[in-house]
């Protein structure tokens, strides 16, 4: 059978993306296809699975998977080869959400549409994450697109969280207080600026006790100290946890202490973590932006898109609602285990088989 | 799971279906929105508080508005706060040590630096609010005398028409005159 390879610039072993072609390469193998990982730059964590995109040798047949989600050079690799190249598209944050923080990050993804919109014309298959990525990738002119979720392997999320964390966390809550949770990079499309603002709400109007964690690593380091001097300034600061770097075991444990997962995210192509805090039965409160409806569905509070979605008062208020109505929080934590169940990666590892094998 | 405590604001009594069939998110929602008004009507409402919340995040607001100069100037001041008390943290307890035996030793270097960068900052966002300012009251004061000039053109227009209209009566009175000469001359309607 003929090979499968799959190229993405940066092949980073803890984020949604690497964990998305590591599950891809096992569907496909075990499907029966050679796939190999090429990469531009490799974390060395993960440096073991991947090799430079230059030694890729395609034999005649391959198919060559490229995952758009930033610039590179491989771009403009791949339009020069023979070989089919199929796109899976990850979604481009909008370079205008970084032009004030971080002017090169918006080069970066300025350049990476532009990349979008070349690939168009050699790729014969692009799959993206969601609906709101497939139309997308339709209006830059890609004509035979799929939607295929990001492959998550949940039973991941079942290992053992780490003790410390946990006993840290566990030691908190007896202090009373809901505890909020949102997990993603800390970057201005992810709005963490807004949850901040909703939880200083949320503490003056319904529970000072109450805590919040934002997980994730800095995009930008302006934006994250912008939130830090922000939650000072709001008074919160003494209650609010940003934790650059967290371990799987650490992460696991914020999601086991968490009340609730409030997104007010801006911009997201798919959203893995409002799935990831479904399968731990966290209520979600999330504004309904870009793909996050098609993400959410039913399974949590979705706010509106227009600017009612991020007032704070608003958000607090949704809050305080789910944490006070037992039948709707368990309502919305029953659906929530029914999405994460949609989105298993059997069910996900078919689908992409499905559309492979549909458009040859 | 923790429990929300008593906190100084309650929702107003009802708001919470009592009934056992499926709650529609949408609609929980829309309650919401209508509940997040009530609470911002009621007198205990902290208005202070979430107003200073509310224009502290908007600044932050994800895209930047074009064009606003005052905007741009409190970004420079927040580029140019560096921060001297970095994350030591690290997975490892070596590279932790390391972190914090780097930090001690280049500190009190570091925050001289780090003041001096601040202080640039602050200056350079006042030149850019002090030209800001001087572009508006220049922009206004013109603005103004374009006011000005449009309105004593507009009176001289008006004038011209009236002394038009009296040489115009004066001339089917009685004949061509020497102003009614003129303006025929002059090809004037």
Redesign the interface.
């Given at each position: 059978m003929s090979a499968v390879h799959q190229l993405l610039p940066v092949f980073a072993g803890g984020d949604a993306i690497g964990h998305h072609v590591l599950h891809t390469q096992r569907v496909l193998r075990q499907a029966g296809f050679d796939s190999e990982i090429y990469v531009e730059e490799a974390h060395p964590a993960v440096r073991r699975h991947a090799r430079h995109y230059r030694e890729l040798r395609p034999e005649p047949g391959d198919r060559l998977l490229y995952h758009l989600s930033t610039g590179s050079p491989m771009a403009a690799y791949l339009a020069e080869q023979d070989h089919p190249v199929l796109v899976y598209y990850h979604n481009i944050t909008p370079a205008s959400f970084f032009a004030r923080w971080e002017p090169v990050a918006a080069a970066n993804v300025a350049r990476a549409r532009e990349e979008l919109r070349k690939l168009a014309s050699v790729t014969r298959l692009a799959m993206a994450n969601s609906e709101y990525s497939a139309r997308e990738l339709r209006d830059e002119g890609y004509g035979e697109t799929a939607v295929v979720p990001v492959l998550v392997d949940f039973a991941d999320l079942d290992a053992e969280p780490d003790a410390a964390t946990a006993a840290r966390l566990r030691r908190a809550a007896e202090s009373g207080g809901a505890r909020w949770l949102f997990v993603g990079r800390l970057a201005p499309n992810k709005c963490q600026h807004d949850v901040i603002g909703a939880f200083a709400a949320y503490r003056a109007l319904f529970d000072p006790a109450a805590r919040l964690c934002l997980v994730g690593g800095q995009t930008s380091v302006a934006y994250r100290r912008a939130l830090v001097q922000l939650a000072d300034e709001v008074g919160v600061g003494g209650a609010v946890e940003l934790p650059d770097v967290v371990t799987f075991p650490e992460l696991l444990a914020q999601y086991r202490a968490a009340d609730v997962f409030v997104s007010l995210s801006e911009h997201e192509g798919f959203c893995v973590p409002l799935l990831e805090a479904m399968h731990f039965g966290v209520p979600v409160v999330a504004r309904a932006t870009t793909a996050v409806p098609e993400t959410v569905g039913d399974a949590g509070l979705l706010l509106p898109e227009g600017a009612a979605g991020k007032d704070p008062v608003v958000v607090a208020t949704a809050v305080h609602r789910l944490l006070g109505d037992d039948r709707l929080r368990g309502q919305l934590v029953a659906a929530g285990r029914e999405r994460v169940a949609r989105y298993s990666l059997a069910e996900t590892g078919r689908r992409f088989l499905e559309v492979l094998a549909a458009h040859g | 799971?923790?429990?929300?405590?008593a906190?100084?604001?309650r929702?107003p009594s009802g708001?919470?279906?009592a009934g056992?069939g499926?709650?529609s998110?949408?609609a929980?929602?829309d309650?919401?929105?209508v509940?997040?008004r009530a609470?911002?009507a009621a007198s205990s409402f902290?208005r202070e508080?979430?107003e200073?919340?509310?224009a502290?995040?908007s600044w932050?607001a994800?895209?930047?508005t074009p064009g606003d100069v005052r905007?741009a100037a409190q970004?420079v001041v927040?580029?140019a706060?560096t921060?001297v008390e970095p994350?030591l943290?690290?997975?490892g307890p070596l590279r932790r040590l390391v972190k914090q035996v780097v930090h001690r030793l280049i500190g009190w270097y570091v925050r001289v630096l780090a003041q001096q960068v601040k202080a640039l900052g602050e200056a350079t966002a006042r030149v850019g609010l002090a030209v800001a300012e001087r572009t508006e009251r220049l922009q206004a004061e013109a603005a103004s005398d374009r006011a000005a000039v449009s309105a004593r053109l507009d009176a001289l227009g008006d004038r011209v028409a009236r002394l038009e209209a009296m040489v115009d009566g004066a001339g089917g009175a009685g004949g061509a005159g020497p102003a009614g000469g003129d303006a025929a001359a002059s090809g004037r309607p």
């Open positions: - | 799971m923790n429990t929300a405590a906190g100084p604001c929702l708001a919470v279906d056992t499926p709650l998110p949408a929980v929602v309650e919401v929105v509940e997040a609470l911002e902290p508080a979430i200073r919340v509310r502290a995040t932050m994800a895209e930047a905007q970004l927040h580029q706060a921060p994350q943290w690290s997975p």
